[in-house]
């Protein structure tokens, strides 16, 4: 089985804290992505990687940044955490950046900044 | 800019009731186009997808066509089940990147 994993399925955090959440994929994927999950809102992109030490921005990456130092992890840093990043953050991953591919998806960590 | 509309939820609907959940998009050239389903507790996974115009993505009894004059790509399934609750989220691919709906909440009771 194909395989995504995320280091936390829940963390609390409290307000300035440095906070890191990991992502590890087994697949030898090229490509992979941090988003957010809001209700209301869908997914939204923060940032994505087509390739160790790459990043591109997506569409909200204001207060976070990422880490990608080998192919098969992908570290996102929320720089000092805020309440208004409580949130599910879901890590995912695919072979190829072109459109038609499938995406594969962690179970997701849900966030909390107090 | 890219975009995806859905249907606003909750839907509700009794066991082996047919099922539709409608979901537009805006792209320049030419997307392929998903759903992906996320059961409580998960994350998501694909459901069907379909990478030109007039094709049918189908999986699990759900399926959908890309109708390119209509710009949707609208979720079917004849029968559904309580094991079908879940959110469904519509998405495009286009060269860098998925763009997601806000996605549809699908209770189904006995």
């Known amino acids: 089985d194909v395989k995504v994993t995320q280091s936390s399925r829940y963390l609390v955090k409290r307000t300035g804290e440095k906070v890191f959440l990991e992502c590890v994929q087994d697949?030898?994927?090229?490509?992979m992505f941090w988003y957010r999950q809001d209700p209301g809102l869908g997914l939204r992109l923060i940032y994505f990687?087509?390739?160790?030490?790459?990043?591109e921005k997506g569409d909200i990456p204001e207060g976070y940044s990422v880490s990608r130092e080998k192919k098969e992890r992908f570290s996102l840093i929320l720089e000092s955490a805020s309440t208004n990043q409580t949130s599910m953050y879901l890590c995912?991953?695919?072979?190829?950046?072109?459109?038609?591919?499938?995406?594969?998806f962690g179970q997701g960590t849900r966030l909390t900044v107090v | 800019g890219d975009s995806v509309t859905q249907m606003e939820g909750p839907v509700t609907l009794s066991e082996e009731a047919f099922l539709t959940i409608n979901c537009t998009y805006t792209?320049?050239?030419?997307?392929?186009l998903f759903w992906y389903v996320q059961y409580p507790g998960e994350g998501l996974q694909l459901l069907l997808k379909?990478?030109?115009?007039?094709d049918k993505g189908s999986n699990k009894g759900f399926e959908a066509t890309y109708r390119k004059e209509t710009t949707s790509f609208h979720l079917e399934k004849g029968s559904v089940q309580v094991s079908d609750s879940a959110v469904y989220f519509c998405?495009?691919?286009?060269?860098?990147?998925?763009?997601f709906g806000t996605g549809t909440r699908l209770q189904v009771t006995l």
């Open positions: 995912a991953s695919s072979a190829r950046l072109t459109g038609n591919t499938e995406a594969f």
């Open positions: 792209a320049t050239g030419y997307p392929s």
């Open positions: 379909a990478t030109k115009a007039d």
């Open positions: 990687s087509y390739d160790v030490k790459m990043k």
């Open positions: 697949m030898d994927h090229e490509n």
């Open positions: 998405a495009l691919g286009t060269a860098s990147k998925l763009t």
